[in-house]
């Protein structure tokens, strides 16, 4: 089994370590990815919300809550875990956000699959 081929999302420090950041769509892509970051651990996502498919970000890059501990949605104010996207209250609990596979690479850039967000 090969891998698929990957992408640079950003460099990690791009990411202000305990914060959130948002990239737009790709080319052909409706719906961009943001980007969670904690020291070196880096969780991404899809910018979608799965009760409605809105965005989560009221303003770019503020995905977290003020105590930067759970991914916000500002339409309806679901709150998600960071490290795996599930809904632990909001009209969507239960439901995940759509986890996209990142890891820091020794150059420390973030990389996600070539088809990320598509």
């Known amino acids: 089994m090969t891998d698929k081929p990957k992408r640079v999302l950003c460099a990690l420090e791009d990411i202000p370590d305990g914060n959130s950041k948002g990239f737009p769509p790709v080319p052909g892509a409706f719906t961009g990815l943001f980007a969670v970051r904690r020291g070196r651990q880096v969780w991404v996502y899809v910018n979608s919300c799965p009760h409605i498919g809105v965005p989560l970000d009221p303003v770019p890059d ?4 003020t105590k930067k501990q ?3 949605c500002s339409t309806h104010g679901a709150r998600f875990r960071v490290e795996d996207g599930f809904c632990t209250s909001g009209p969507c609990y239960g439901e995940y956000l759509e986890a996209v596979r990142a ?3 020794e150059h420390d850039q973030v990389m996600v699959p070539e088809d990320a967000g598509l």
């Open 70 to 72: 759970n991914i916000l």
């Open 103 to 105: 890891h820091v690479n």
């Open 62 to 65: 503020r995905f977290l809550d």
